[in-house]
């Protein structure tokens, strides 16, 4: 199997994982709140890749030099990603977070436009402003037919297609200077170390410590957060590092759309949430504008 092949492979098992994690969140969110979630969650992933490195007898040689470098990295994923995200899903279904999180192509786009120089063609911007009509178009039909709180967490569910489009943008420079154990070990060790302070501290501040592990006392959310802590946490870190550091990030990007069509599936099928026409019209033409987007930007690059 090509390097390639081993990439794209990658990045399917990323976008399957992530899918499922929307429904995963969801679960953990019915008895935790969702700063203690992100806690127990990288205290998981941690655990994990520390005894993957001793298996392994990985020695792992990090200085100062190399955290600052990727502190950058881990402060938009996993840091603001999955902070934003586990913000909105406490506040909509996993069904709309799913279909706004498949804009993040046309995120990595824009921003690798701005940031690398890359100019879009005129038939992609078309696109980009047909994926950005479907997502203002959701966006609307949510503020008209839920509660307040929806708008609030479509907007941190877009905060987080945001960063993980930066993060796209940004780590295939990383991932050309560093090992994929490295940069997974010091992601996952800043997840860990932030999202555990802040809950912690909060608990301390409020008397509250006892109440941070009584979720533990529920097998639900026991198997949830072991999927959310090794699976999508630890695992999508380091395949999406290796997919990156084969692939082109806007080519990455474009798996979030299998992952949408996994969140949906499991939102509907296991959680039983509603799934609108306006769902189904928001998601079509945000995935149209994906493919179009990509289409036209292979086409350029063949040329």
Not at 187 to 204: K, R, S
Not at 219 to 228: E, K, N, Q, S, T
Not at 265 to 280: D, K
Request: with cysteine; hydrophobic share 55%; glycine share 6%.
């Amino acid at each position: 199997m090509t390097a390639k092949r081993k990439a794209y492979v990658a990045a399917i098992i990323y976008a399957f994982v992530i899918g499922l994690s929307f429904m995963f969140v969801k679960v953990t969110l019915t008895v935790a709140s969702p700063i203690d979630t992100l806690a127990h969650r990288f205290t998981i992933a941690l655990i994990g890749i520390v005894i993957l490195i001793v298996f392994t007898q990985n020695m792992l040689k990090i200085n100062k030099q190399d955290v600052a470098r990727i502190l950058p990295l881990a402060l938009l994923y996993p840091i603001a990603f999955f902070t934003f995200q586990v913000l909105g899903l406490a506040r909509i279904s996993s069904t709309e977070a799913g279909i706004i999180q498949a804009a993040i192509p046309i995120f990595t786009l824009v921003l690798a436009s701005v940031i690398l120089k890359e100019k879009a063609t005129r038939e992609q911007l078309t696109f980009i402003s047909l994926s950005v009509f479907g997502v203002i178009y959701m966006l609307f039909m949510n503020n008209g037919n839920a509660s307040s709180e929806n708008l609030i967490g479509s907007g941190f569910i877009l905060l987080s297609a945001c960063a993980a489009s930066l993060y796209n943008v940004l780590a295939r420079k990383l991932t050309k200077q560093y090992s994929l154990m490295t940069l997974t070990y010091v992601m996952t060790l800043c997840g860990f170390v932030i999202f555990n302070g802040l809950a912690i501290g909060n608990h301390l501040i409020n008397g509250t410590l006892l109440q941070f592990f009584k979720p533990f006392e529920h097998v639900d959310f026991v198997i949830a957060i072991l999927y959310l802590g090794i699976l999508s946490s630890l695992i999508t870190s380091y395949l999406s590092n290796y997919t990156l550091s084969i692939l082109e990030a806007s080519k990455m990007s474009v798996f979030s759309n299998f992952a949408t069509l996994i969140t949906i599936l499991a939102g509907v099928i296991f959680l039983q949430e509603t799934f609108h026409v306006y769902h189904l019209i928001g998601g079509i033409v945000i995935i149209i504008g994906v493919i179009g987007t990509n289409y036209f930007g292979h086409k350029r690059g063949a040329q």
